[in-house]
């Protein structure tokens, strides 16, 4: 009987205080969850400027091989490497030995060749004389013609060598064809040059420098197209450059040369910018980001980074669209994502164009995306700017 007793009073208490608890709520009884709370954002169409960003790479505007013009021993070295030098500026002595020597062949030879000219000019002059009193004839004044045109052709080839002579002499002094910044020296004091041999250093010219980048052949026709289309906007464009460690260079620069034909290897056109690099902090062969701006798109829906999601089949955005029952539930929309404008792509500061999957009016949420977790699961949304609109509470808690 006792063991009766304690079963029964176990039984009434455990009823006693199921009724003393407050009712589940919807989603304990089987029901739908909560609302969460999501920032949504309307879609308004409007006018945004786009940058675009190519990899590329800097080079000097001009660079030249310093090469001798004669075969020499090099005597001195007069730059110091990496050094600026100016345009004119003396950089190798060769030896001039030989050069010498050719001009004072050349210059012997010249006066023996002018000795050779006075005398037929005698010559010539007698001959005309006797010829005028009958004492030469015709064939012999024209022999001494002859001659003497000789012996002038002869002095003008002799002037012409003793000029090539003294222009050879000259190439001794290897001077700076440019004004630029030297490289390694790739020849020493004593070694013999050619020019067909190595080249003995190299100039640069960094002021201005050039920044090379290629663009596709698919990005290009679709930037020719929504130009002539109005759906892009050129406007006047300007270049920035962002360097390897993220700094942007505080100069703007300007494109100046596009290539007409697509580089057979890579299927690219061939672009350039010229920055004036007057302080020389910028150096040939840096890797960086190119920055083309100046662009406008008319019309653009754009919507934050953090709205868009990656997908298995592709990018998209949950929209707030309204549901059964006056709910508001949270749709995945397909999107395809156009140009980046905003900032740099690694900021989340920045805004995605958005070229397919949205229209004006629609409701992108941009915040609370964690707490979506089926699509069609009702949200309350807040607009973006405003206060967030807090979930609704499950019926036994407002009751209480």
Same mark, same amino acid.
């Given at each position: 009987?006792?063991r009766?007793?304690?079963?029964?009073?176990?039984?009434?208490?455990?009823v006693?205080?199921?009724?003393?608890?407050?009712?589940?709520?919807?989603q304990?009884?089987?029901g739908?969850?909560?609302?969460?709370?999501?920032?949504?954002?309307?879609?308004?169409?409007?006018t945004v400027?786009?940058?675009?960003?190519?990899v590329?790479r800097?080079?000097?505007?001009?660079?030249v091989?310093?090469?001798?013009?004669?075969?020499?021993?090099?005597?001195?070295?007069?730059?110091e490497?990496?050094?600026?030098?100016?345009?004119?500026?003396?950089?190798?002595?060769?030896?001039?030995?030989?050069q010498?020597?050719?001009?004072?062949?050349?210059?012997?030879?010249?006066?023996?060749?002018?000795?050779?000219?006075?005398?037929a000019q005698v010559?010539?002059?007698?001959?005309?004389?006797?010829?005028?009193?009958g004492f030469?004839? #015709?064939?012999?004044?024209?022999?001494?013609?002859?001659?003497?045109?000789?012996?002038?052709?002869?002095?003008?080839s002799?002037?012409?060598?003793?000029?090539?002579?003294?222009?050879?002499r000259t190439?001794t002094?290897? +001077?700076?064809?440019?004004?630029?910044?030297?490289? +390694?020296?790739?020849?020493?004091?004593?070694?013999?040059?050619a020019?067909?041999?190595?080249?003995?250093?190299?100039?640069?010219?960094?002021?201005?420098?050039y920044?090379?980048?290629?663009?596709?052949?698919?990005?290009?026709?679709?930037?020719?197209?929504?130009?002539a289309?109005?759906?892009?906007?050129?406007?006047?464009? #300007?270049?920035?450059?962002v360097?390897?460690?993220?700094?942007?260079?505080?100069?703007?620069?300007?494109?100046?040369?596009?290539?007409?034909?697509?580089?057979p290897?890579?299927g690219?056109?061939?672009?350039?910018?010229?920055?004036?690099?007057?302080?020389?902090?910028?150096?040939?062969? #840096?890797?960086v +980001?190119v920055?083309?701006e100046?662009?406008?798109?008319?019309?653009?829906?754009?919507?934050? #980074?953090?709205?868009?999601?990656?997908?298995?089949?592709?990018?998209?955005?949950?929209?707030?669209?309204?549901g059964?029952?006056?709910?508001?539930?949270a749709?995945?929309?397909?999107?395809?994502?156009?140009?980046?404008t905003?900032g740099?792509?690694d900021?989340?500061?920045?805004?995605?164009?958005?070229r397919?999957?949205?229209?004006?009016g629609?409701?992108?949420?941009?915040?609370?995306?964690a707490?979506?977790?089926?699509?069609?699961?009702p949200?309350?949304a807040?607009?973006a700017?405003?206060?967030p609109?807090?979930?609704?509470?499950?019926?036994?808690?407002?009751?209480k």
């Open positions: 009987m006792s009766l007793a304690t079963l029964f009073a176990s039984s009434l208490a455990a006693l205080a199921a009724c003393g608890q407050p009712d589940a709520g919807p304990q009884q089987g739908m969850p909560p609302p969460a709370a999501v920032t949504a954002e309307t879609v308004t169409p409007r400027p786009v940058n675009f960003e190519y590329g800097l080079e000097a505007s001009r660079e091989e310093i090469r001798p013009r004669i075969s020499a021993l090099i005597e001195r070295r007069h730059f490497e990496g050094a600026p030098v100016k345009a004119g500026a003396l950089l190798y002595t060769l030896d001039s030995g030989s010498q020597a050719q001009v004072r062949a050349a210059e012997a030879e010249l006066a023996n060749r002018l000795a050779v000219y006075k005398e010559e010539h002059a007698r001959n005309q004389s006797l010829a005028a009193q030469v004839s #015709q064939r012999a004044l024209d022999a001494t013609q002859a001659a003497l045109e000789v012996a002038r052709a002869g002095v003008k002799a002037e012409a060598g003793l000029a090539d002579a003294r222009i050879s190439y002094e290897i +001077r700076a064809p440019i004004a630029g910044v030297m490289g +390694r020296a790739l020849q020493v004091e004593g070694a013999l040059v020019p067909t041999g190595t080249a003995l250093t190299t100039l640069a010219q960094i002021h201005p420098l920044a090379r980048f290629s663009i596709g052949e698919d990005e290009r026709l679709t930037l020719e197209k929504q130009i289309e109005g759906a892009l906007q050129a406007g006047r464009q #300007q270049v920035g450059l360097l390897a460690d993220g700094s942007r260079v505080d100069a703007s620069g300007k494109l100046n040369f596009s290539d007409y034909k697509a580089n290897e890579t690219a056109f061939d672009m350039r910018a010229e920055f004036a690099n007057a302080d020389g902090a910028l150096k040939p062969g #840096q890797f +980001r920055i083309i100046g662009g406008s798109l008319p019309d653009a829906i754009t919507v934050p #980074q953090a709205a868009v999601q990656d997908g298995p089949t592709g990018k998209f955005v949950y929209v707030a669209t309204p059964d029952k006056g709910m508001t539930v749709l995945p929309r397909p999107v395809v994502v156009g140009a980046w905003g740099d792509p900021q989340s500061a920045g805004r995605w164009v958005i397919q999957g949205l229209k004006a629609d409701r992108v949420i941009v915040d609370g995306m707490r979506i977790f089926f699509p069609g699961m949200v309350a807040s607009e700017g405003a206060t609109a807090q979930p609704a509470a499950p019926p036994a808690q407002a009751a």
